[in-house]
């Protein structure tokens, strides 16, 4: 079955850390580009970053550029988002979405997200 | 930043039409993308590459795209369909998602 599977989200004060992780199976996940993607409380899908297969290109959105820092292990199958210095307006549900690779197929399979809630 | 607009909300009887439109000035350069979302679920990808259904995906979901603006159609509208809808395309450095839009079945 393809899976992908978020954990290591939880509770953390304004200006802390964490390191979300994302495992594949089912697949061959060397082969697909990654994406974070955010979704606040009561709010709409936030794109976050972007990984290539290979880990050559990456992207960020402005709101999280020079906080969290994304990166993969293709032999362990497996993604993570270091999201560090956070804030309350990071408070979200964080999936992550698989995309073949030089191909237009679109994020088609999804994670059932972790939550992340930054408060005092 | 660039942004995609989309209506709020859609109320539609059952077995109607329903549209969700989403504007935005890159469309005419790059592909759309459609999500469904439903509560407390993670989201489903409807339409990629504008109006390309993947599998599974029911013939009454269709895409379109003129100008600036792309389309999702929702034909014979079920109760099963009411959810938030996204549209996505590619930014500058990276992606975008669409504002969202809440259609309701009557």
């Known amino acids: 079955e393809v899976q992908l599977v978020e954990s290591g989200g939880g509770l953390v004060q304004p200006g802390g850390s964490l390191k979300l992780s994302c495992v594949a199976s089912g697949f061959s996940f060397s082969s697909y580009e990654m994406n974070w993607v955010r979704q606040a409380p009561g709010k709409g899908l936030e794109w976050v970053s972007y990984i290539s297969s290979g880990g050559n290109s990456i992207y960020y959105a402005d709101s999280v550029k020079g906080r969290f820092t994304i990166s993969r292990d293709n032999a362990k199958n497996s993604l993570s988002l270091q999201v560090k210095s956070l804030r309350a307006e990071d408070t979200a549900i964080y999936y992550c979405a698989r995309w073949l690779q030089d191909s237009y197929y679109g994020m088609d399979v999804w994670g059932q997200g972790t939550t992340v809630t930054v408060s005092s | ?106």
């Open chain 2, 1 to 106: 930043s660039y942004e995609l607009t989309q209506p709020p909300s859609v109320s539609v009887s059952p077995g109607q039409t329903a549209r969700i439109t989403c504007s935005g000035d890159a469309l005419p350069k790059q592909y759309a993308f459609w999500f469904q979302q439903k509560p407390g679920r993670a989201p489903v990808l409807l339409i990629y590459k504008d109006n390309q259904r993947p599998s599974g995906i029911p013939e009454r979901f269709s895409g379109s795209s003129s100008g600036t603006t792309v389309t999702l159609t929702i034909s014979g509208v079920q109760a099963e369909d009411e959810a938030d809808y996204y549209c996505q395309s590619a930014a500058t450095s990276g992606y975008v998602f669409g504002t969202g839009t809440k259609v309701t079945v009557l």
